[in-house]
């Protein structure tokens, strides 16, 4: 026969098993949470190993974009996204753009603690090579790339 656990041990042993994954549930969600809109006047020129490379040049203005250029190529392949070709859409937590084109491709722009990012969605219509592409991570206080360590 198996010794059971007394009552209030086993009560007191759930209590801090609990609090124990509350605690991890909850604690790094400052980490994530959004942060603040974005403003930047921002250029990031870089290439990696493998040949992929971003040059993006990007302002923002309280989550308003004035001006977006930016050119990836993942793959040999080349994608190139224009302010001109997109049209800002209400969106309070980020900086949202839709194509003109193809209305289920979106340009995200956030901000974290960390950094600032640029992001496609759904953007195959317009660049081949889409589902190759990198989010672009800007440093909020300069502009400039942020470095994979980052």
Known sequence: MRPSMHPPLRLLTLLLITGALFACSTS???????????????????????????????????????????????????????????????????????????RNCHIYVWRDNNHITVATNTCENLCAA??????????PLTGGCMGKSN
């Not at 921002?42 to 290439?47: A, D, L, M, T, V």
């Not at 889409?130 to 440093?139: E, S």
């Open 28 to 102: 790094n969600r400052s980490a994530y949470r959004y942060a603040a809109p974005v403003t930047l006047n921002g250029h990031c020129e870089q290439r990696e190993v493998d040949g992929y490379s971003d040059n993006i040049r990007l302002i923002v203005d309280s989550n308003a974009i004035k001006a977006l250029d930016w050119t990836a190529k993942p793959d040999n392949r080349s994608c190139r996204f224009e302010l001109k070709n997109f049209t800002q859409v209400p969106n309070r937590q980020v900086a949202d753009l839709q194509s003109n084109t193809d």
């Open 130 to 139: 889409n589902d190759k592409m990198l989010p672009v991570l800007l440093n």
